[in-house]
């Protein structure tokens, strides 16, 4: 054990040279699923089929079961082929690292080893499967591991956790931040995303004593849910690129189905700000139709996977892999997720991919050097309110304000509301947010429970440079300690304008406004502000307060302490975007062009290189919606979709995708 660790020591001041994994264009694959019982002429089918459709990048899983027998004899002869496949059709290739285990049981993988002896076992996988596959043609990166995150709290206790736990604690100590008071404690839930750091980051190392040449990668999933369990900042050093699986069928289900390209536009936000100084992968895209396995049971349809493609692209992916291109033959999601029939022919699902591969390289030049436009408005998260959601709403509720979902899908429903203005919101993690005002004019924190104290100068230091903040919800409730601020002490009253005397419980829908007009829509709890400097926004018909705009310094903060984000999610009125609208398209805005109308349950995406923008605008409704423009569009031209369009206004048909672009004057 202790050489393990001395080695790990010495070779964290060795780490990995930083490459460049920027894509010169979007790259659109599928995963080819390699099994016992396959011929030689079954892989090359698929390769083939990849070629055929266009697909340059492709992802295969490293079985250590299928590789290492019993005995300790090695097998590689599927693996070797299918590697000599991908080159000979000039496809590159992620290889997950799967160690041995139970593939009945254990489809996904283990997310942590179970002793300091099985840690042995997978340091000799490693080194077998890296060592046998570094110099093969086809290699483009290693995925450490297949989705790290459980998806629950905790970490098993065993040797090897122990071990790593001392780390822990020497170097965190006590979490406990609040003196003369009982403090709650998320060591367990904090450990877990420490050892999820160290796991992946060791993984690396062995990696390196390999291949010092090809890229490093993972891909969270279900990450509205696991998004406690990720320290992304650690994981830069040790990354070329992050990922993330996004599968209707698992992830989306905060979403009706008509906008899941919303929530993949979501997460490919999340993800894009994790990264960090990499880009960014969707390394699992379901691609097929489900029997047995997923939450909810669907085929995508063409038009979908031209809404998520398109979507991932605008939200500056540097490609996308669906799971998968074959349907696994055997047991667990045997005959599910595939883009071909079980004859092997393509599906209306990769021919729609294929048209999307197509339209892609006709735009080649755009791509190569082309960014992401970012609004200036970004939607703050933290873990903390996460965590704290989930040990306070453990059970089923039917208020949404009471699921461990509510902290996230207020994140969601502002994101919503926003981009039907016509304008982009990020999200960011508030760990890893700038906090410059000039870079992000607008920040929105929803419904965030928590505020660690650690932000409190962070916040007061934005406003007052010129950042305007929009507050709701029950954000500020508790510090990390769920220590309730507003009963001790409210950090931010200065800055606020204020404090919150109160959460009144109100009916599951409610009308927020000037005495009790129907302005916005509440959701179960409703605040009331003893207001000490800030301009009454909103009261109620008992004349108390319930919003307020206040100047701070250079800036603005406008609070409304209630579940506005949750109540035009779940009312489905939409009168929040006319509010995001007025407080959040200040001068300051970075976006050439926005909407002149709101569009419900619509987004545009925009990418510019030079003085060229390409817009990817989706309409997730029933029918066609006609956007109007806020500006004249210079040269505009449709790049691929259907549907009307002139310099001031474009119609996007329903449940579809358009893509144009035009000049910046």
Known sequence: MKSVFLSLIAMAFSMLQMFSQETDYPMIGAQVFIEPGQTESDIDDCFKTLHSAGMEVARIRIFGSHIIGEDGSLHFELYDHAFDCAAGYGIKLFATLFPPTDELNDIGGFKFPGSIAHLHEIEEYIRIVVSHFADKPALYAWVLQNEPGTGSPGVRKTDLSDYVRQGFEKEYGSYHRSPGYLNADFSDVNFQRYYTSWYLRWLALQVRKYDSLHFTHINPHALFETLPEYDFSAYTDFLTSLGVSIHA???????????????????????????????????????????????????????????????????????????????????????????????????????????????????????????????????????????????????????????????????????????????????????????????????????????????????????????????????????????????????????????????????????????????????????????????????????????????????????????????????????????????????????????????????????????????VLVNNNSKTVRIKFSERLVNVCRVVGDGRLSETSASVPANDVIVLKFKLT
């Open 249 to 615: 069928s698992w992830h989306l289900g905060y979403f009706s189905r008509n906008r899941y390209s919303l929530g993949v536009s979501a997460m490919s936000d999340i993800i894009r700000n994790a990264a960090g100084v990499n880009p960014f992968w969707i390394t699992e895209m379901q691609g097929g139709g489900v029997i047995a396995s997923g939450n909810v049971p669907l085929t995508p349809t063409p038009s979908e996977i031209r809404q998520w493609l398109w979507t991932g692209i605008g939200a500056g992916a540097e490609g996308a892999i669906f799971w998968t291109l074959n349907p696994r033959a055997s047991v667990n999601e045997g005959g599910e997720w595939a883009m071909i029939d079980y004859l092997g022919r393509p599906t209306g699902r990769l021919e729609a991919a294929s048209e999307v591969i197509t339209v892609v390289e006709s735009q080649k030049d755009f791509f190569d050097g082309a960014e992401v436009v970012e609004s200036g408005i970004c939607i703050l998260y933290n873990v903390e309110s996460l965590i704290a959601a989930s040990r306070n709403f453990k059970g089923e509720s039917a208020y949404e304000g009471r699921k461990a979902s509510s902290v996230m899908k207020s994140v969601v429903a502002a994101y919503k509301s926003i981009s039907s203005i016509g304008v982009m919101p990020d999200i960011s993690d508030m760990e890893n947010f700038s906090w410059d005002s000039r870079r992000y004019p607008v920040a929105v924190i929803p419904n965030m429970i928590v505020l660690p104290e650690r932000y409190s100068d962070k916040i007061e230091a934005y406003v007052r440079d010129g950042g305007r903040l929009i507050v709701t919800g029950l954000t500020g409730f508790y510090n990390e300690d769920m220590l309730c601020m507003y009963r001790v002490g409210f950090p931010l009253e200065e800055c606020f304008g204020g404090t919150v005397s109160e959460f009144v419980v109100m009916d599951d829908l409610f009308g927020i406004g000037y005495s009790g007009s129907h302005v916005l829509t509440g959701h179960l709890w409703k605040g009331i502000l003893s207001n000490i400097s800030g301009d009454i926004l909103f009261n109620d018909y008992e004349g108390r307060t319930t919003g307020t705009v206040h100047s701070f310094g250079k800036g603005t903060v406008v609070w409304v302490p209630s579940l506005v984000d949750l109540g035009d999610w779940v009312s489905g009125d939409c009168k929040l975007a006319a509010f995001y609208r007025k407080y959040c398209l200040v001068p300051e805005l970075h976006y050439p062009v926005f909407y002149r109308n709101n569009c419900n349950d619509t987004f545009m995406r925009l990418l510019r290189k030079g003085d060229t923008v390409m817009a």
